[in-house]
């Protein structure tokens, strides 16, 4: 088992948040009735992707029907039926839907993480759960390759930025703000560049389209070869 392996199961086993435990296990044990014949995951769910990355995907966390059901980052949603297919477009992934855990997707120089590992009510974690988590994203981004950091949202981009505030060094203050399309060279000589979430309500009402997540992902390829 490497490094890797080991440290997702550590934080598939985690329950130091009982808010989310009780959540995330209320949400598997109840079900959404379309989902009724479903063996819910019903814990954290670990990274996803190809351990010899360069780009990491920086997410907020679970969706409770979503990878809180299916148990792999972005899969069985809408927001990730959007990202698998920009990640298709750019060459990141094999297919651009994700709907199970043995639905055949493989992700090739990209890796998704999340700043939370359980699926929070409302799709709000709480600033103290964040700090819990914090140390599986510091520890399993230090054994990817990455040299992008892709953050989904403004959770994802602060994440990020506090993980290489506490792995690589001292950043500038006031720390370099989000936006769609925002970049910032790290510390370690990274990069950090920001998209608008892909959630079903930023992609539904227009706020994150298709040409604008290809226009970032245009943008990672080009810093993944400077």
């Not at 985690?14 to 109840?30: K, Q, S, T």
């Amino acid at each position: 088992m490497t490094k890797l392996e080991k440290l997702h199961q550590e934080i598939i086993a985690c329950r130091a948040c009982p808010r989310l435990v009780a959540w995330r296990e209320e949400v598997a044990r109840v079900k959404r009735r379309a989902y009724r014949d479903w063996d819910y995951w019903g814990k954290p769910v670990p990274g996803f992707g190809d351990p010899k990355a360069r780009l990491i995907i920086v997410g907020l966390a679970p969706a409770a029907h979503g990878a809180n059901r299916t148990g792999r980052m972005f899969t069985g949603d809408r927001s990730g039926d959007f990202l698998y297919a920009g990640l298709q477009r750019a060459g990141f992934a094999n297919q651009g839907h994700s709907e199970h855990r043995d639905d055949g997707l493989e992700l090739t120089d990209a890796f998704i993480v999340a700043a939370g590992r359980c699926a929070p009510p409302d799709n709000k974690p709480l600033p103290e759960e964040l700090a819990c988590c914090a140390p599986f994203l510091d520890r399993e981004m230090a054994l990817l390759p990455g040299r992008v950091l892709l953050a989904l949202g403004a959770i994802g981009w602060n994440a990020a930025l506090a993980s290489a505030a506490r792995t690589g060094g001292p950043l500038p203050t006031p720390r370099p703000a989000f936006g769609h399309g925002a970049e910032f060279r790290l510390p370690d000589g990274r990069w950090l560049v920001g998209s608008y979430h892909v959630s079903q309500q930023n992609t539904q009402t227009g706020r994150l389209t298709p040409a604008m997540f290809d226009a970032v992902m245009k943008r990672v390829r080009a810093l993944l070869v400077t």
